[in-house]
C-alpha cells in the first residue's frame, strides 16, 4: 500500500519557538494532503486541505497565521507551528491521497510538547 | 453538521468475536472507513465500503452498513491480543473531501 511518513515523530520545544512538520508520500504524488490534530484519548480534527501548488483551506477555528502549510510539491506538506505555546501540545497527523484515488493515506504522526 | 458516534470502549476474551458498532447522521456520505491506531501511533486503513454496499468481508473482518439506519459495524472474527487498539469510524461525502471522524472504540483484548 501507499506509505506516508512525517518528520520528526516527535519534539520538544520551548514556548515561543517555531517546529516545522514534514509529510512525505514515499510511493505515490499526493495532489491534497490533509493535517489533522489528534488530542489525548480524543478523535482526530481536521486543521486544514492541503492542495499543491496552492494556499490551504483551513477549517473554522484553526489560526493560519499559526499553523503555517506549504505544500509545495507532489511529495511533501510541512506545517510550521508558528510561536508554540503548552496548548499547541498534541498529536499531528497528515494524510495524502493521490489525485483521484479516494483513500486517505495516514502519516505515523508526530508528537509536539511544547513546554 | 456531520456527525459520527462511537462507543468508547470494548473488552472481549481472546478468540472470540469482537463487533464495534458506528453511527452516522449525514445521509449523503458516499465512502465509510474503519482505521486502527495502535498507541503512540498513526492511522492504519483496515477497510472502507461505499455506500451502495451491505457487507464487506476481508479475512478476519467483516463490515457491515445498514445504510437505512446509518450504522456501520465492524465485526473481528477470532480476535487477537494483538489487535487491541483503538478502531476509528469516518466517513466522507466524495472522495475528495476530508474524513469525519468518530471518537474511536477502544478495544481491549483479555488473553
Known amino acids: 500500500g501507499a506509505v506516508v511518513s512525517q518528520h520528526p515523530s516527535w519534539v520538544i520545544c520551548k514556548s515561543g519557538t517555531s517546529v516545522k512538520i514534514e509529510c512525505r508520500s514515499l510511493?505515490?504524488?499526493?495532489?491534497?494532503m490533509f493535517w489533522y490534530r489528534q488530542f489525548p484519548k480524543q478523535s482526530l480534527m481536521l486543521m486544514a486541505t492541503?492542495?499543491?501548488?496552492?494556499?490551504?483551506?483551513?477549517e473554522q477555528g484553526v489560526e493560519k497565521d499559526k499553523f503555517l502549510i506549504n505544500h509545495a510539491s507532489l511529495t511533501l506538506s510541512t506545517l510550521t507551528v508558528t510561536s508554540a505555546h503548552p496548548e499547541d501540545s498534541s498529536f499531528y497527523i497528515c494524510?495524502?491521497?493521490?489525485?483521484?484515488?479516494?483513500?486517505?493515506?495516514f502519516g505515523p504522526g508526530t508528537r509536539l510538547l511544547v513546554l | 453538521g456531520e456527525d459520527v458516534e462511537q462507543s468508547l470502549f470494548l473488552s472481549v476474551r481472546e478468540g472470540d468475536s469482537s463487533v464495534i458498532n458506528c453511527t452516522y447522521t449525514?445521509?449523503?456520505?458516499?465512502?465509510l472507513y474503519w482505521y486502527k491506531q495502535e498507541p503512540g501511533a498513526g492511522l492504519q486503513l483496515l477497510t472502507y465500503i461505499f455506500s451502495n454496499m451491505d457487507m464487506k468481508q476481508d479475512q478476519r473482518l467483516t463490515v457491515l452498513l445498514n445504510k437505512k439506519d446509518k450504522h456501520l459495524s465492524l465485526r473481528i472474527a477470532d480476535t487477537q491480543t494483538g489487535d487491541s487498539a483503538i478502531y476509528f469510524c469516518?466517513?466522507?461525502?466524495?472522495?475528495?473531501?476530508?474524513?469525519?471522524f468518530g471518537k474511536g472504540t477502544r478495544l481491549s483484548v483479555i488473553a
Open positions: 494524510s495524502a491521497r493521490a489525485g483521484s484515488q479516494e483513500t486517505q493515506y
Open positions: 469516518a466517513e466522507s461525502m466524495y472522495g475528495n473531501t476530508p474524513l469525519v
Open positions: 510511493d505515490f504524488q499526493a495532489t491534497t
Open positions: 492541503s492542495n499543491e501548488g496552492s494556499k490551504a483551506t483551513y
Open positions: 449525514d445521509s449523503s456520505s458516499t465512502y
